[in-house]
């Protein structure tokens, strides 16, 4: 077992990994943080002799003392193994959300397993692209696929999942040892005033998130999820550098220093231009391992790099808030779809538009259109699926899961996002952006009790005439300015469909017309000359399809043709 550490927490060479008990019999490797180490170890000290101030070495004796049924205990982002000699065993486990990847396969013989897919690769003969994978990411854009990966044999433990791996005999025994649903059932409804109740989640958990021994700044945007974190980081600190992307036309900066205003926030914004981000792009495709979302996240690249500049090793970033507070302007529309025939719709109705400045014929438009959207991902079209190639013809592409555990189907729709689509593409996004820089990013709406508070409220008390996330808008309402708190969500804007039809034309055209894309068969390099012909002269709603094109050929040359983890 080997470990790479960014040291967070006991910064001394003797928290060092991998980590071995005191009795020599467990040895553990850990990537993530373990928020409520203190208390645990407060829990544990009269039957433990700690040698260091490390939440790896509590979370080791946790297992000795519990073994697998210590991860209810913990309350943070991780993903460990641990050499269990006296059982003859590995055992795996991976964080309630997965916000700490952990990917393992059976290769050459061996059990291999690691926090990246470039270190299993070079232990394979020859890795082997999984046609299935990218044939679904064509057609849908889904580009997580839970415990599957877009290389052959390469598997992911599941979020909320650990493995008992038999030494003596191979065997594994895989299970989820968390469950949303079970949670949520599990927690105490709020009986006394919500809104200062989530109020006071927020706080405790972001809080909990400052737990380190460097300096923790934030990644924010202009949003509400961002003036929650300014406010209450600075609170609990005092100051605090601020690192924002700023696209030259879509900048944010004007909202982040709405959110600003008034705070002890030294704001850094990360000036992204088209030249730097393709020159950046081959490298991200690199650590991202598998294609990923659009040039918004090359431009993490620079923000992370910044941080680093200033000395900043932890940030705090808004991920998961709209997935748990119902932020999405897609919720709203579920929430008017599940009132149609009650006396409710149409004063719902009004308040939508009210709140996202359409007309009514345009909502009850958009609210029809939910049931033809159904089979896409974020309502994303999928031109590229039109154009695809003969080699994945006639697969049988991946079926994303369904969530059904709650009673409403705007819980459940909020759930698959949270669970299976928007949170685990965008967690993995940032966490290779992140760690390319040797930068920690936390999110501390995923705090597992503030999911699971936010899980037992009812809708209306999440979207109402103030808009959606309701109860999170009037928690803060004292805190932040009324422009930023009542705000409808904002979706990142980049450059992305002007700088392929412009700047990049001439990467894209190579890139297409290479022999290289045209012999692997997954995209019919007539119908895509054709399609990006149109594009050039015609409507730009969307480039994602394109984006696919050249995602795809990069990371097919990388990992593929010039194996770069050999």
């Known amino acids: 077992m080997g470990h790479a550490r960014l040291k967070v927490i006991d910064l001394s060479d003797h928290a060092n990994q991998p980590f071995t008990s005191n009795c020599g019999e467990y040895e553990i490797i850990f990537n993530g943080e373990i928020y409520n180490f203190r208390e645990l170890r407060e829990g544990i000290a009269d039957r433990c002799d700690f040698r260091t101030n490390s939440d790896t070495e509590v979370l080791l004796n946790l297992y000795r003392l519990h073994g697998p049924d210590m991860l209810d205990k913990l309350n943070g982002m991780f993903a460990f193994v641990i050499l269990d000699r006296p059982q003859n065993r590995l055992f795996l486990a991976r964080d309630r959300f997965g916000i700490k990847p952990l990917y393992y396969a059976r290769l050459r013989g061996m059990f291999t397993f690691a926090s990246e897919i470039k270190p299993i690769l070079h232990m394979a003969d020859d890795a082997q692209p999984d046609k299935r994978m990218i ?312 705090d597992h009790e503030l999911v699971e508070l936010a899980y037992t409220l009812p809708v209306e008390s999440l979207i109402d005439a103030s808009g959606t996330k309701s109860v999170l808008r009037r928690a803060l309402a004292d805190w932040i300015t009324p422009k930023i708190a009542f705000a409808p969500k904002r979706s990142i804007q980049t450059p992305q469909n002007d700088w392929l039809a412009n700047d990049w034309r001439d990467l894209v055209e190579d890139l297409i017309g290479s022999p290289s894309f045209a012999s692997r068969g997954w995209v019919e390099p007539a119908r895509a000359r054709k399609a990006f012909e149109a594009y050039l002269t015609g409507e730009r709603a969307t480039s994602f399809f394109i984006w696919q094109w050249i995602n795809l050929e990069l990371w097919a040359r990388a990992f593929f043709d010039e194996r770069i983890y050999a």
């Open 135 to 446: 044939a679904t990411y064509l057609a849908t854009s889904h580009c997580d696929f839970g415990e599957e990966t877009f290389f052959e044999g390469v598997r992911q433990l599941p979020a909320g999942g650990q493995m008992l791996f038999d030494l003596a005999d191979g065997t594994e025994q895989i299970r989820r040892w968390y469950s949303l649903a079970d949670a949520v059932g599990r927690t105490e409804v709020p009986t006394g005033d919500v809104t200062e109740c989530v109020a006071e989640t927020i706080r405790r958990a972001i809080d909990r998130h400052l737990v380190a021994d460097v300096q923790v700044g934030l990644n924010i945007s202009g949003g509400v999820d961002s003036a929650a974190l300014v406010h209450f980081v600075t609170r609990a600190l005092g100051s605090c550098h601020s690192f924002t992307q700023d696209f030259q036309g879509y900048s944010e900066r004007p909202w982040v220093e709405e959110v600003a205003q008034g705070k002890a926030v030294r704001a850094h914004f990360a000036d992204l231009k088209s030249a730097d981000i393709r020159a950046e792009l081959e490298r991200t495709v690199q650590h991202q391992e598998q294609p990923f979302g659009g040039v918004a996240v090359v431009g993490y690249s620079f923000l992370y790099a910044m941080a680093r500049e200033h000395n900043i090793t932890v940030l705090l970033d808004g991920n998961g808030v709209d997935e748990t507070f119902l932020g999405y302007k897609k919720y709203h529309l579920e929430h008017l779809e599940e009132l149609q025939g009650t006396q409710r719709f149409d004063h719902a109705l009004v308040d939508y538009c009210a709140f996202w400045d359409e007309t009514r014929e345009t909502a009850l438009a958009r609210i029809s259109a939910l049931a033809r959207d159904s089979s896409m991902i974020d309502g994303t079209p999928h031109e590229a699926g039109s154009h695809m190639g003969s080699a994945l013809a006639n697969l049988d592409q991946y079926r994303l899961p369904q969530v059904d555990d709650f009673e409403s189907s705007l819980r459940n729709s909020a759930a698959r996002d949270l669970l299976h689509t928007k949170i685990p593409r965008g967690l993995r996004f940032n966490d290779r952006m992140s760690m390319m820089h040797s930068r920690e990013l936390r999110v501390p709406f995923l």
